[in-house]
Structure formats: C-alpha cells, structure tokens
C-alpha cells in the first residue's frame, strides 16, 4: 500500500478475528517500529510481546474502557527505558526523550500494521503497576502504550479530525 493510502486507511480497531497474527507480519511491525527515529538513535525503548491469554485479559482489565483487547491474539507493549539514554542525555532522557522514542516506534508499528491489512488500536489508559507485572518489566522501564493486534472484524469509519486551521499556527517570536 502506498504510504498516503496507509494513512487514510488506518483506523482504530476494537474488534478482532481469533486468526493469528502471521509471525512474517509481526516480524515486519517490529522491524518498522525500530526504523523509527530516535533521539541520538539510542532507541531508549523495549518492546515486550503478550500473546498468553492470561496477560490479554489483565491487560484488558487494567483500565475500564478496553475489554477489547482480551480478544486480539496478541498486543505489543511499548516501554520507555530511559537507562539506555541517560548518559548521553541526563535529566531530558527521563522527562522526555525516552517516552518519545517509545512513542514513535509505537506509531511506525501501527502504521505498518495497518500496511499490512491488520488492526491494531493504541491504549494510552491503563495502570502502569499492573502493566509492568503483565509485561515482567523492572522498574527503570516506563509502559507508554499497549497495541493489540489482530485481523479486523469490521473496518471502523474513519473519525473527523479538527480543521488544519485550528490546529496549525504560524509562530511569531516574543519581544525578548
Ligand atoms: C495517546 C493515545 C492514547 C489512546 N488511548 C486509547 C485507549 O486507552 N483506548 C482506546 O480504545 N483508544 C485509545 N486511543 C485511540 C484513539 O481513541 C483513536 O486514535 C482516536 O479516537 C481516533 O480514531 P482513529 O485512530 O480510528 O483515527 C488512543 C490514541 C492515542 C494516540
């Protein structure tokens, strides 16, 4: 698919077929999700698979609107590290750094999903404890997000997005 086309298909999906996901395919998402950019290409970010039954469903339990997420056949947990960029950038790797590289391998691998005719949907509400004992991360690494996976039941419409207009700005320096 080409990349424009990718965009305007991707939607959010909430409902999956029991089909697994071909391991080709994740391969391809998590090969996407490290091409990424990365501050200092220190990809301060790691990547943990559920695909137990037991890990879905607590991870569908963890926040009260993604009872969905029971149903993939597998989600990929995102995780900030901010070990792996500390040195190089201090404070900034805690504060930031480390969330955005997770972030942005997030999004290449929902992209790359969606190029390959799978849904995924980004869980930004859960808790945090809950999702390190799931994932069996220690405590230096912080879950940014959670992406089920899996073929879709029914392709979702696509949702309105704000005007460009008010969302975009042109900057204008203050007086200093
Ligand atoms: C940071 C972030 C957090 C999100 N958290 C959730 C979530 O916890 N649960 C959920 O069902 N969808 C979540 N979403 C998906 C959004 O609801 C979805 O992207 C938005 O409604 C637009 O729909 P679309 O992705 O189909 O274009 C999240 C998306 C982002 C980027």
């Not at 997030?106 to 994932?135: H, K, M, P, S």
């Not at 392709?155 to 007086?175: C, D, F, Q, W, Y």
């Amino acid at each position: 698919m080409k990349f424009f086309d990718v965009l305007n298909e991707r939607r959010s999906t909430r409902a999956y077929k029991q089909a697994p996901v071909p391991e080709e395919s994740l391969k391809k998402i998590l090969e996407a999700a490290v091409s990424a950019p990365s501050a200092g290409n220190l990809q301060a970010y790691e990547m943990v698979i559920i695909r137990d039954r037991t890990g879905l469903t607590r991870l569908a339990r963890t926040a009260s609107r993604q009872a969905f997420m029971e149903n993939a056949p597998l989600a990929i947990v995102f995780l900030a590290n901010p070990q792996r960029n500390r040195p190089t950038f201090g404070e900034r790797a805690d504060e930031l750094l480390a969330a955005q590289d997770a972030t942005i391998a997030c999004a290449y691998a929902e992209l790359a999903a969606a190029a390959l005719g799978l849904g995924a949907c980004w869980i930004g509400d859960f808790d945090e404890e809950e999702v390190r004992a799931v994932t069996g991360a220690p405590e230096e690494w912080k879950p940014v997000a959670i992406m089920p996976l899996g073929y879709t039941v029914e392709k979702a419409p696509s949702r309105n997005r704000r005007p460009l207009n008010t969302i975009v700005h042109e900057g204008m320096a203050r007086k200093s």
